[in-house]
């Protein structure tokens, strides 16, 4: 049941895109579609803002994408704002009604 | 307005007992499964328990089994979280969410719990 694995930060400028990647193993994110990810803003609540790997929860911008392959899955933002810094988690089931979350990575936008 | 407030928070000696507890509101809480996730000081979230609407079937992080136990009264809208046996490593703010785990939605704010002597 170990942890999956974010990178600790990623950055760009305003306007680009960015990519976050979650690697875990065949028995996480590899072995179902369900991952999740999550963005929080200092001293708040954690947000959903992909669910079933690609699926977006209405209201969150179709800026926000997800995929998977293989073991490892990736949330995209496009058309970065300053307003998606914030702190990143995916989440995905391990088996044996387990969940799994990432280390979290940092977004910092330029 | 879906929302989810967390209470029972607060300072435990380690050895010691709290009990969380989570007021819903604006949508059928008896439909959902609802779980914990905690957040240790600085760290990432890690999923503690979840349990499904009948409040019988639940499921606890291994880390906690044996010494937390998650409950719900359907009549009440509340979700509950016994911890017991509290050690520091259990400090942490711990979340309310809508959700089983394929997705969380929405958290509360979290309440603090601190495991010092």
């Known amino acids: 049941q170990s942890a999956l694995t974010q990178p600790r930060s990623v950055s760009g400028s305003p306007g680009q895109s960015v990519t976050i990647s979650c690697t875990g193993t065949s028995s996480d994110v590899g072995g179902y579609n369900y991952v999740s990810w999550y963005q929080q803003h200092p001293g708040k609540a954690p947000k959903l803002m992909i669910y079933d790997v690609s699926k977006r929860p209405s209201g969150v911008p179709d800026r926000f994408s997800g995929s998977k392959s293989g073991n490892t899955a990736s949330l995209t933002i496009s058309g970065l704002q300053a307003e998606d810094e914030a702190d990143y988690y995916c989440?995905?089931?391990?088996?044996?009604?387990?969940?799994?979350f990432g280390g979290g990575t940092k977004l910092t936008v330029l | 307005e879906v929302q989810l407030v967390e209470s029972g928070g607060g300072l435990v000696q380690p050895g010691g007992s709290l009990r969380l507890s989570c007021a819903a509101s604006?949508?059928?809480?008896?439909?959902?499964?609802m779980s914990w996730v905690r957040q240790a000081p600085g760290k990432g979230l890690e999923w503690v328990a979840n349990m499904k609407q009948d409040g019988i079937e639940k499921y606890y992080v291994d880390s906690v089994k044996g010494r937390f136990t998650i409950s719900r009264d359907n009549a009440r809208n509340s979700l509950y979280l016994q911890m017991n046996s509290l050690r520091a490593e259990d400090t942490a703010v711990y979340y309310c969410a809508r959700g089983s785990g394929q997705w969380f939605d929405p958290w509360g704010q979290g309440t603090l719990v601190t495991v010092s002597s």
């Open positions: 604006g949508f059928t809480f008896s439909s959902y499964w």
């Open positions: 989440c995905s089931y391990a088996g044996s009604f387990f969940w799994v």
